[in-house]
Every structure is written in structure tokens, then in C-alpha cells.
């Protein structure tokens, strides 16, 4: 896009007016105008009254650089997501079998440098590109934040939408779904568990008598006598 043109500078909105301020484009002294850091856009106009303005939308950086190893003079700095034509230099021709690289997908960005002659200008000038780039919020953004808005979601209602809660069943109802094989496995697993409950109730092959009672119906259990005073010689560690 075309970048300077006959431009009349913003009559509202204006909240920081710099005069005597230098501008660059990719390292390019474009002249000496004056920075208006409006509402609605960011615009300079140089002294013979042609100039340009950028949309805040379009800003995606804007700070105050006082690095003089990278830049001689201290300036604000804003990067746009745009390319304009005076920018553009001509391409060195290409080796031969060498590939074009497609930047198709790449997006252009530009750099512009504002140079004040007054540099304890630039704390002001950075606070009013704060708030007006503020009046013009990312609309990518907003529709992110617009993502999680909305009825609370229902697991319950999805879940019978998708048939994915399962059929509980109590004992007796589990126990006519088995199969033969089904209640010959329960079967199995139920022997082992009352020989799992026996063995707690032996200690060094001395059976009590809550094991007796549990286990003499329909088992043969040998009881061994306690003699008295069998274990009164025991020393007991505390």
C-alpha cells in the first residue's frame, strides 16, 4: 500500500501531539513532522503537509527504545502487521536452479522508529499510544474469550445423548444374567476367598475358637488341648 500522501491531521480525539518528530521506515529517514497520537489512528504529517496514518488494529508492538547499540537515537517503536510500498526493495535475481521460497504464508510486517527532538517526550508519547491502542481491543481476541461463555454443559444429558451410562444391577438380579460358565468362575472365587478368611485365623497351628465355630459345620477339625500354664515360661518383649 501506498504510504505518504495529503493527509489533514486528526482534529479529535487527539491525545499527545509531537512536534519536530523524525520518522523512519525500515531504517529510511522519511522527514521531519509532527506525531499525533489520536483516538481513532496514529498519524504524522510532515512540515509540506503529506503524511500517513496507522490503524491501531494493525499495531501489534509499540515501546519505547533507548538501546543505542541497536538504534543511535532514542525513539518510539511500533511494528504493524502491513507492508507499504516505499518500503519495498527489488529482489536480487535468482541462482540458477535455485527454488523461490513461497511467503505466501508469511505475514508482512512493517517497523516504523519516531524520533522526538525532545526525548523526555517519549514517556508521554508511549502512555498515549497505550490508551488508545486500549480503545481498539484484538476482535481475535474477544472471540477466544467468547468460546467459554455460554449454558453450563450438562454431562449427565450428554452422556444419554451418547448411551454411554452403564446398567448397575444388584446381587440376586447379577446373578441370573450369569452364564454357567460365569457362576462357575463366582463359585471358584468364593472358595478361595472363605480359604483366605481360614488362614487369618491360624497362628503358629493354633486355631481359636471363633475359627471353630466358623469352619467345624461340614469340615473336620482337629482341636488340640491347651495344657495350662504352656506358655507362662514366654518371655513377652515390650
Known amino acids: 500500500m501506498a504510504l505518504l500522501k495529503r493527509l489533514p491531521p486528526p482534529a479529535q480525539g487527539v491525545r499527545h501531539r ?14 521531519a513532522g509532527t506525531l499525533y497520537i489520536a483516538e481513532s489512528r496514529l498519524s ?17 508492538l509499540h515501546a519505547i ?27 536480487a535475481p535468482m541462482a540458477e536452479g535455485e527454488e523461490e521460497d513461497s511467503d505466501d504464508d508469511v505475514e508482512p510486517i512493517a517497523e516504523f522508529r519516531f524520533v ?53 444391577y444388584t446381587y440376586e438380579e447379577g446373578l441370573s444374567h450369569l452364564t454357567a460358565e460365569g457362576q462357575a468362575t463366582l463359585e471358584r472365587l468364593e472358595g478361595m476367598l472363605a480359604q483366605s478368611v481360614s488362614s487369618q485365623y491360624n497362628m503358629a497351628g493354633v486355631r481359636t475358637e471363633d475359627s471353630i465355630r466358623e469352619f467345624e459345620d ?21
Open 18 to 31: 509531537q512536534p519536530d518528530t523524525e520518522a523512519l521506515l525500515a531504517g529510511r529517514s522519511l522527514g
Open 44 to 60: 504524522w504529517v510532515e512540515n509540506s503537509g503529506v503524511g500517513f496514518s496507522l490503524d491501531y488494529p494493525n499495531i501489534s
Open 65 to 91: 527504545s533507548r538501546d543505542l547499540s541497536a538504534f543511535p537515537w532514542e525513539h518510539l517503536y511500533v511494528m504493524v502487521n502491513a507492508s507499504f510500498e516505499d518500503e519495498e526493495t527489488k529482489e
Open 116 to 168: 522526538p527532538s525532545d526525548k523526555s517526550a517519549l514517556e508521554a508519547m508511549f502512555s498515549a499510544m497505550c490508551e488508545c491502542q486500549a480503545l481498539h481491543p484484538d476482535p481475535e481476541d474477544e472471540d477466544s474469550d467468547n468460546d467459554y461463555e455460554g449454558e453450563e454443559y450438562d454431562v449427565e444429558a450428554h452422556e444419554l445423548e451418547q448411551g454411554d451410562i452403564p446398567t448397575f
Open 218 to 238: 461340614g469340615m473336620e477339625v482337629d482341636i488340640a488341648p491347651v495344657v495350662a500354664g504352656q506358655f507362662e515360661d514366654a518371655e513377652v518383649d515390650h
